[in-house]
């Protein structure tokens, strides 16, 4: 079980961030900032299809606000120096945070996940099992029977304001991290790169 949020808040409140920095590009991987923005960005697209279709589960939807989130969340792990993954597994990142979800964001951000990896971009995965694998993630957001109009439980289902409440519930993850530690930046460009 990992350790909780707060425990990881408490182990970096009040240090500071030395970055020391030769490029920009180290700059924008070791500062917290530009996660946050990038995550806005991805969001401001996802708000964009979700205007333009206003379906649960639309596959483009689904895949930025996903990437959303998963950006916002490395942002966390970076701040408070857990390990940021190179992995798209929301729910990985959520417990390398150490925060804790409900069962429905799970459903939520497994299902999230799938349209990262495949779902968003391409038409069907790379194997018969990953198509299964997300055949079983996705029913778990739907009714077994009933209405076809009712088929989605809305507590399960991938839409706007889910999507809106997750983003609030990690952006305040985020900005707790933020605040509780300062930024030091050295940008050195004349410095040799390794």
């Not at 920009?24 to 333009?52: D, F, M, S, T, V």
């Not at 993630?137 to 009712?150: H, K, T, V």
Request: hydrophobic fraction near 40%; charge should be negative.
């Amino acid at each position: 079980m990992p350790e909780d949020f707060e425990n990881h808040l408490s182990k970096i409140r009040g240090t500071i961030r030395r970055i020391n920095s030769r490029t920009r590009y180290e700059l924008h991987r070791e500062a917290l900032l530009p996660y946050y923005n990038k995550a806005e960005e991805l969001r401001g697209a996802a708000l964009i299809i979700w205007a333009a279709h206003q379906s649960e589960n639309h596959p483009v939807f689904s895949f930025l606000a996903g990437l959303s989130l998963e950006v916002l969340l490395k942002g966390i792990c970076k701040g408070l120096a857990r390990p940021a993954k190179n992995i798209h597994r929301l729910v990985d990142l959520s417990a390398s945070a150490g925060i804790d979800l409900t069962n429905d964001d799970t459903i939520i951000l497994r299902a999230m996940t799938e349209y990262i990896y495949w779902a968003g971009r391409y038409t069907t995965p790379t194997s018969l099992q990953s198509w299964l694998h997300a055949e079983d993630l996705f029913s778990a957001q739907e009714r077994p029977s009933g209405s076809i109009r009712d088929m989605y439980i809305k507590e399960r289902s991938i839409d706007l304001d889910n999507y809106n409440r997750l983003w609030e519930m990690f952006s305040c993850y985020f900005w707790r991290v933020k605040e509780s530690t300062y930024e030091s930046v050295e940008f050195m460009p004349n410095a040799p790169l390794p």
